[in-house]
């Protein structure tokens, strides 16, 4: 078995928080690293100056490891990563194109860094180029995903890679922390699951709708445009699907459409013709509550399955 993520990045909790666009802040971050696990800013669609203050401002408000995503289809990915590399974060995501080229410049600044990887292929290759570990994020995941389930890429991912391997896409409680170690895994990324968080500036009506959502409420749009999203069923998410799967509309007016859409739900609450995304995991979401209290159940219920499969005999 390789090392958990704990012993990686030095953090207390195998847990890392994803990456969220428009909503993982400095005051989301730095509250799951006090609570033990690894906060994580997002800079994309962000400007250089955005990314620079709140590294500035997460150091303020917490002493622990935390790190930053990187999204590679950015314009400004390559100013993004010189902000990065001056503020010092202790690690970096990386996802959505290539990781590789920036592997030995995060490095050099004493970075680690941790590609975002939706297969087998990827995931040897950015383990040969030196990746301190990875996230392999299944289709269960919310906001961009790939085409493979979070169980086949724990199957097939964890031995083929000399690596720690988080696993991420549709974990929100200690049972699915519990059962990707049991896999091998180094631990698991969330990011839905710390969207009803105190701490998580995301609008108020994002966090009532997931409160009110089902296991059935998630949808995936453009899968024809190769750039799936998954997120939950609402006025826009299900007129995307209807239109895309009527090939009636064009490649550029579904682009057209979906621009812009996150933000429009994430910063200004538009639940209905915005996009909220979201993973599968809904149930578990249950109330509002502070990082903390999120990460110390999550640890109390995976130690007693833990324990339990102990016990467990074929």
């Not at 994020?137 to 724990?154: D, N």
């Not at 031995?159 to 896409?169: E, K, L, N, R, T």
């Not at 699915?176 to 609008?203: I, K, N, S, Y």
């Not at 109390?300 to 399955?305: H, I, L, M, S």
């Amino acid at each position: 078995m390789q090392k958990l993520i704990t012993e990686v990045l030095n953090i207390r909790y195998p847990i890392i928080q994803g990456g969220m666009a428009w909503i993982s802040e400095a005051q989301l971050t730095a509250a799951v690293s006090n609570a033990g696990g690894a906060g994580i800013i997002s800079s994309g669609g962000r400007t250089t100056d955005f990314v620079r203050d709140q590294i500035r401002l997460t150091k303020k408000l917490t002493d622990k490891p935390f790190g930053v995503n990187m999204m590679l289809m950015a314009p400004n990915k390559e100013e993004i990563l010189t902000v990065i590399c001056e503020e010092k974060p202790a690690f970096v995501t990386l996802g959505a194109g290539n990781p590789v080229p920036y592997f030995a410049k995060l490095h050099e600044a004493g970075i680690k860094a941790v590609p975002v990887i939706p297969n087998v292929k990827l995931a040897k290759r950015v383990a040969a180029a030196g990746a301190d570990a990875l996230v392999a994020e299944g289709m269960e995941a919310g906001g961009h995903i790939g085409v493979l389930s979070t169980m086949a890429l724990m199957e097939q991912v964890i031995p083929a890679v000399d690596i720690p391997v988080v696993m991420a896409g549709g974990f929100a409680d200690g049972r699915g922390l519990a059962a990707a170690l049991l896999m091998g895994a180094a631990g698991v990324q969330m990011g839905t699951r710390f969207l009803v968080a105190e701490e998580c500036q995301v609008h108020q009506n994002v966090k009532n709708k997931l409160l009110a959502a089902v296991d059935t409420d998630t949808i995936v749009t453009g899968y024809t445009l190769g750039a799936a999203v998954r997120g939950l069923k609402n006025k826009f998410s299900q007129d995307f699907v209807a239109k895309e799967n009527s090939g009636n509309t064009s490649k550029e007016e579904l682009i057209k459409m979906a621009t812009g859409t996150n933000k429009l739900a994430a910063v200004d609450g538009d639940v209905e013709y915005g996009m909220v995304q979201a993973g599968e995991s809904l149930t578990p979401l249950k109330k509002i509550e502070p990082v903390k209290d999120i990460i110390e159940s999550i640890i109390k219920e995976a130690r007693v399955v833990l324990q339990q499969a102990g016990q467990v005999r074929l």
